[in-house]
């Protein structure tokens, strides 16, 4: 895959963005630096990272 945007995070920030480009039609890569997401999350965020 050729990005035309890299994402840099996969917090609820980057995820958000990376869908909504993805939505537009952008070629988009996601990149984390630790493994999974949203591992802080334990309430409102589980659930809006889930429909991510
Ligand atoms: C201790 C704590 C507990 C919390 N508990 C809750 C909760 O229970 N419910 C709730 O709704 N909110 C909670 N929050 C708030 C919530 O975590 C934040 O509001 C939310 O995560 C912010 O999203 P973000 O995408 O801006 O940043 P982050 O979630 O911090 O995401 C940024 C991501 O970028 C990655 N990253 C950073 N630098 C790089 C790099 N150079 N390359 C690749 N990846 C990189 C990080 O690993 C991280 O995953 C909590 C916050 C803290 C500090």
């Known amino acids: 895959m050729s990005a035309e945007v890299i994402v840099a995070g996969g917090g609820p920030v980057g995820l ?3 869908a909504l480009l ?3 039609g952008a070629q988009v890569e ?4 630790d493994h ?3 591992r802080r999350s334990k309430s409102s965020y589980q659930r ?3 429909c991510l």
């Not at 996601?30 to 630096?33: A, K, L, M, P, T």
């Open 22 to 24: 993805d939505a537009a």
């Open 36 to 38: 999974g997401t949203g």
């Open 30 to 33: 996601v990149f984390e630096r």
């Open 48 to 50: 809006i990272l889930m």
């Open 16 to 18: 958000a963005t990376a």
